[in-house]
């Protein structure tokens, strides 16, 4: 099992430009889990889907944020303009229904914005 | 006042040390209680989980909630280089679907 993708790995940009992030669930896996983590923060949920349509997005921070979950095995979390305030690690979580207790992690992506 | 609170250390313990991680949190109709273990440059993944108040064992872990107090646990035994991690308590009302609430992350360095 090839766990949950997400990429790029890294991304440095400047401020004012567009950032798309990208990850896949695990196959099989209908719901999906967008976090920011930050060192003052913690790790807070940003918006998730059930079934490809978002459920909640109360943490979405502004409308510069927005996700999309086109099919069952890809979603995007863009941010457009991005700020040196959305530097962080974003990660993606899946699991198999939205009633199961583990969720399972991507290795998430380093964004810095300058 | 933040849902879930955690010393987010760092802790530093010799090899061979019991170590105890804590968290308090706020919301008395959270149900589950759970533990996430990240290794640097890593995602998240779950340790162990309690459902309601009591302990569960597994193995060199054992997670403890005092819901009286609102307050859990994590106790590592015989503590390894290995246990090296940030760990994240995190807390689930299953009447929000799957909607965790994270604490910060405590840091945890074992030291040979």
């Known amino acids: 099992d090839a766990g949950v993708i997400q990429s790029p790995r890294h991304e440095v940009t400047e401020m004012g430009q567009e950032v798309t992030l990208r990850c896949k669930p695990i196959?099989?896996?209908?719901?999906l889990f967008w976090y920011r983590q930050t060192m003052m923060r913690g790790l807070e949920l940003l918006i998730y889907?059930?079934?490809?349509?978002?459920?909640?997005d109360s943490g979405m921070p502004e409308d510069r944020f927005s996700a999309k979950m086109p099919n069952a095995s890809f979603s995007t979390l863009k941010i457009q303009p991005s700020e040196p305030r959305d530097s962080a690690v974003y990660f993606c979580?899946?699991?198999?229904?939205?009633?199961?207790?583990?969720?399972?992690f991507g290795p998430g992506t380093r964004l810095t914005v300058t | 006042q933040k849902e879930v609170e955690q010393d987010p250390g760092p802790l530093s313990v010799p090899e061979g040390a019991i170590v105890s991680l804590n968290c308090t949190y706020s919301?008395?109709?959270?149900?589950?209680f759970m533990w996430y273990r990240q290794y640097s440059r890593k995602g998240p993944e779950l340790l162990m989980y309690?459902?309601?108040?009591g302990n569960k064992e597994d193995g060199r872990f054992t997670a403890q909630v005092d819901k009286s107090s609102k307050y859990i646990s994590l106790f590592i035994r015989d503590s390894q280089p290995s246990d090296s991690a940030t760990y994240l308590c995190?807390?689930?009302?299953?009447?929000?679907?799957?909607?965790?609430?994270f604490g910060t992350g405590t840091r945890l360095q074992v030291t040979l």
């Open positions: 979580a899946s699991t198999p229904s939205w009633d199961m207790i583990e969720q399972y």
């Open positions: 196959s099989g896996h209908n719901s």
């Open positions: 889907f059930n079934n490809n349509v978002p459920i909640d």
């Open positions: 919301n008395s109709a959270f149900q589950y």
């Open positions: 309690t459902y309601s108040s």
């Open positions: 995190a807390i689930l009302n299953t009447g929000t679907a799957s909607k965790l609430t």
